[in-house]
């Protein structure tokens, strides 16, 4: 029987994409794994691969199509030898099966799954589930599989758990909270309509900017997390003159490997230590409770052209600062691309958001939600200080915003993770001990 291949869900929150292109034609023949398809969502251009082995019959929406609905069919494949006169009509998007999953992002569960398999059924399972299952560890038996038939695919492996997730594991792992509705904001003053505002400058000369994917969602996200977030902000100067010194002796050691470590790279390390060593402020906001979580997962904003993204470096405590370097590197340049995957830039508990390089002195960031926190970094510059003698010396200072969310750590415990930071920028050669 012919299978409909539909407009995946990159993400819990997309609902629809743009098919960027198609990477096959009809008649082509595919395999599993095989990338059909790129698909641009509000962040980044993912490609997609087969699940099932087949030809192309029919390409059903052609590529470069805005708004195309998750879920919607987009092609159809033809197995087992079936001519495309077999092809069935498009079902609605809520009945039809999913034939597609992304090459580097776990698909979003559907919502009710059919019952696992009783013992000597025969399970039919893709190649790459399969080999996910194998890593993982998996019972495949226990699995309700939500391709085509019944069949294993990639997104039910993924977000299969080796073993079942108990109450003392949620303030460890946030994907394992409920789900929480995202506070309403309908009804609140947003500015003027589009109309008014097209009519008060109908007798000036101006372009329209059209609003693509990414500006809708961080004009949404960045409303909503000033109304509905009880900001408040701790300040302090941190003099980098030890720092720059260290730095400089370790790109001298590390010339020979080519690796070059920025005082970004510096800042991620004292960040993800001090949520170490303040524990406390290590926490997320997730509707109806805190989480607090046990690994220091640092978002940094990256800017690219048209909006932003927050990569997240995982257990960046743990890392090397050379290792930090390298990948931070590797996000930021695949975020210009728009190449990263949903995953990469989804979680952490606290952000770092640098305009240094831009000659800003300070600033005030907006918390990107659920995080606890985000330090907004400003330049390092020389200014007159007075040394512990009385005595007026120049020294280099940097000075930072901690912009903290109220409902998840209280001022004492702000100001204590902030000094933490500041003791790891001040002392650097500790933060190697």
């Given amino acids: ?49 087969a699940v099932d082995e087949g030809v192309i019959g029919k390409i059903l929406i052609p590529a470069g199509t805005e708004g195309v609905k998750v879920n919607t069919a987009i092609a159809v494949l033809l197995i087992d030898g079936e001519s495309a006169s077999a092809a069935p009509a498009p079902k609605p998007a809520a009945e039809a099966t999913v034939a597609v999953a ?11 799954a059919p019952a696992p398999r009783s013992e000597g059924t025969r399970v039919f399972v893709s190649p790459l589930a399969r080999r996910i299952a194998a890593d ?15 069949r294993i695919v990639r997104a039910d492996v993924e977000t299969a758990l080796p073993k079942p997730v108990t109450a003392a594991s949620v303030i460890a792992a946030p994907t394992a909270a409920p789900a929480t ?24 000369k101006y372009e329209v900017v059209r609003l693509d994917g990414m500006r ?36 001298a050691q590390l010339e020979a490997r080519k690796v070059k470590l920025s005082v970004n790279d510096f800042i ?31 978002a940094v904003a990256v800017a690219i052209e048209g909006g932003l993204f927050t990569p997240v470096l995982k257990d960046a405590d743990q890392k090397s600062l050379s290792a930090l370097s ?89 100001a204590q993770l902030l000094q933490a930071i500041v003791d790891n920028l001040e002392n650097p050669l500790a933060m190697l001990a």
């Fill in 102 to 112: 992304p090459a580097s992002v776990a698909a979003v569960p559907v919502a009710a």
């Fill in 136 to 150: 993982k560890g998996l019972d495949l038996t226990a699995i309700a599989g939500s391709g085509p038939h019944g």
């Fill in 326 to 414: 390298a990948e931070m590197k590797d996000l930021a340049t695949r975020a210009r691309d728009r190449k990263l995957a949903p995953h990469e830039y989804q979680g952490g508990s606290f952000a770092i958001s640098n305009l240094g390089m831009f000659g800003i002195d300070n600033f005030d960031a907006v918390i990107n939600p659920p995080h606890g926190g985000i330090l907004a970094v400003g330049a390092g510059v020389p200014k007159p200080v007075v040394g512990k003698d009385g005595q007026i010396t120049v020294a280099t200072i940097m000075s930072v915003t901690l912009s903290v969310d109220h409902r998840v750590i209280d001022g004492a415990l702000g």
């Fill in 216 to 251: 809708k969602t961080i004009a949404a996200r960045l409303t909503e997390a000033k109304q509905t977030i009880p900001h408040f902000y701790l300040r302090r100067d941190i003099k980098l003159d030890a720092l720059m010194k260290f730095r400089a002796e370790l790109n």
């Fill in 268 to 298: 991620i390390k004292a960040c993800a230590l001090a949520l170490q060593q303040v524990p406390a402020a290590n926490a997320v906001w997730a509707g109806d409770r805190i989480l607090k979580l046990k690994p220091s997962d640092v």
């Fill in 181 to 204: 509705a995202r506070p309403a904001t309908t009804g609140m003053p947003t500015g003027p309509s589009t109309e008014t505002v097209l009519k008060m400058y109908a007798d000036r």
């Fill in 1 to 49: 029987m012919p299978i409909e291949i539909l407009m995946p869900a990159l993400s819990p929150t997309m609902e629809e994409g743009t098919l960027a292109k198609w990477l096959v034609k009809e008649g082509d023949t595919v395999k599993s794994g095989d990338v059909m398809a790129e698909i641009e969502t509000d962040k980044a251009t993912m490609e997609f691969e």
